[in-house]
């Protein structure tokens, strides 16, 4: 199987930073994209960022120009560097991996536990 175990996650003011990290191990043959979705009290989760193994990005209207996703694929983790923080960023952000776990198997998603990110005054 695939584990994603994130960190990183914290309580910061708005303006503030935190860099949230995601390593994936476990029986990994591929993976094929990589990216952090958020869900806050009450909405439904929403894609955040994402980076695929051809190194295209796709992020969130919401985050563009104060959010960054990486990828490290030697460690297989992927981070997620947010500056200027803002309280409707306050959620639960989730790691996704899309990976095969054969050479012939099927693209399958991956979640990681979540970790809280709260930005508050």
């Known amino acids: 199987q695939v584990q994603l175990v994130e960190s990183g996650g914290g309580l910061v003011q708005p303006g503030g930073s935190l860099r949230l990290s995601c390593a994936a191990s476990?029986?990994?043959?591929?993976?094929?994209?990589m990216g952090w979705y958020r869900q806050a009290p009450g909405k439904q989760r929403e894609a955040v960022a994402i980076?695929?193994?051809?190194?295209?990005?796709n992020y969130s209207d919401s985050v563009k120009g104060r959010f960054t996703i990486s990828r490290d694929n030697a460690k297989n983790t992927v981070y997620l560097q947010m500056n200027s923080l803002k309280p409707e960023d306050t959620a639960v952000y989730y790691c996704k991996v899309v990976a095969t776990t054969s050479r012939f198997g099927a693209r399958d998603d991956y979640w990681g536990q979540g970790t809280q990110v709260t930005v508050s005054s």
């Open positions: 476990g029986s990994i043959f591929s993976i094929v994209a």
């Open positions: 980076i695929f193994s051809g190194h295209n990005i």
